[in-house]
């Protein structure tokens, strides 16, 4: 191509699936480059603040507050309202909704994750899960409605009691924040409040299994002194209607049984590369994967210094939506690429737990 005096090259195309926290902090910077035309693509039209979704399930927050539309965050981005549905990485090509063809010079998969099951029996009927605010409405619903239940007579007391499946830290959270809606409405149903607990269930040894064992001390700690019940090295077997199985034959009624346990990367682009066994593909320490196209947040599995994949939460999807940005740049100045490094900023601090720390 042979450009006139003065005349620009055209910009790259950088197309961005998801709009989550790694992709917005790669469109952010993006935005204004010389270099790139920036679109977004989502099936939905709003960013979901997802770690204040347990708020919206304790009407600690109204859903308007927990998400904003992507259209008006960024002018300057691009936003297509539509499911990626193919990806060919030869002629850089998305299909979406089965139908438009998208062609992009770098592709940045921010995809997030999805909640998952394990297979195990009876959970998909019987318990909620919270990855949606449809999700985190289902959970109000039934925490509040059971009050109602209960005192007009028509469920029993054990109805009242709330079981939280998984100690990460969605679980951590919406286990505080039940224990303390409990507590606020504790005057209003006088009578049968007594018999309100939550339970929070963890299979492995310790709460937050990916963050540094002082913090799911602490988190364990505050928790237990709040009033909710921890229980780790506790596996699910079965739910049913009324209650959770566990491997070791003990037995929990609940009422309201929440499963916070499961998250994976989506599973349908796992033929673009090695994944591990969250459906995670393997990127390079650029975070590249192949020649243009990136990936970042839930859908990376990106090893720290130890090994271990780095933890599936909104820091590093930040950072390293951040990281890719620069490296677009970088290539754009015909500088040479940088390995990403996560900067871990220090202990979790929970929102719930935090006014009842000693």
């Not at 059971?146 to 990460?168: C, I, K, N, S």
């Not at 990127?283 to 990936?295: A, E, F, N, R």
Request: charged fraction near 20%; glycine fraction near 8%; include cysteine.
């Amino acid at each position: 191509m042979t450009l006139e005096w003065g005349e620009s090259p055209p910009k790259q195309h950088v197309v961005i699936v998801g709009a989550g926290f790694g992709g917005l902090a790669c469109a952010r910077k993006l935005r204004r480059s010389s270099a790139y035309r920036v679109t977004m693509i989502d099936r939905h039209p709003y960013h979901l603040f997802s770690p204040l979704l347990y708020q919206v399930a304790t009407a600690g927050l109204p859903e308007d507050d927990i998400a904003f539309p992507v259209r008006t965050a960024f002018r300057e981005v691009d936003f297509i309202r539509a499911e990626v549905t193919e990806i060919d990485a030869k002629t850089k090509q998305l299909t979406l909704n089965g139908k438009r063809v998208v062609d992009f010079d770098h592709l940045v998969l921010a995809v997030g994750s999805q909640g998952t099951t394990y297979g195990i029996d009876g959970v998909a009927e019987h318990t909620l899960q919270m990855k949606s605010v449809a999700d985190s409405r289902l959970i109000r619903r039934s925490l509040l409605h059971t009050y109602e239940e209960v005192e007009d007579g028509f469920l029993p007391t054990t109805a009242l009691q709330v079981a939280v499946v998984g100690g990460g830290p969605t679980g951590v959270e919406l286990a505080g924040a039940i224990r303390e809606l409990q507590d606020e409405i504790r005057r209003e149903f006088e009578d049968i409040a007594q018999h309100a607990s939550v339970t929070l269930i963890e299979a492995g040894p310790r709460l937050l299994p990916s963050f540094h064992p002082k913090s799911s001390a602490h988190a364990q700690k505050t928790l237990e002194k709040m009033g909710v019940t921890v229980r780790v090295d506790t596996a699910v077997s079965r739910a049913t209607a009324t209650s959770l199985h566990f491997t070791n034959g003990d037995e929990l009624v609940a009422g309201t049984r929440i499963w916070a346990a499961g998250v994976i990367a989506p599973p349908t682009w796992k033929m673009l590369g090695e994944t591990d066994r969250a459906n995670r593909l393997k990127v390079q320490p650029t975070l590249s994967l192949t020649d243009g196209i990136w990936v970042i947040g839930d859908a990376a599995h990106h090893a720290d210094d130890t090994g271990r994949p780095l933890p599936m939460i909104a820091p590093v999807a930040i950072q390293q939506g951040k990281h890719v940005a620069n490296q677009l740049l970088r290539l754009a100045r015909n500088e040479q690429l940088t390995n990403f490094a996560y900067r871990d900023k220090g202990p979790v601090s929970y929102t719930h737990l935090r006014a009842h720390e000693t």
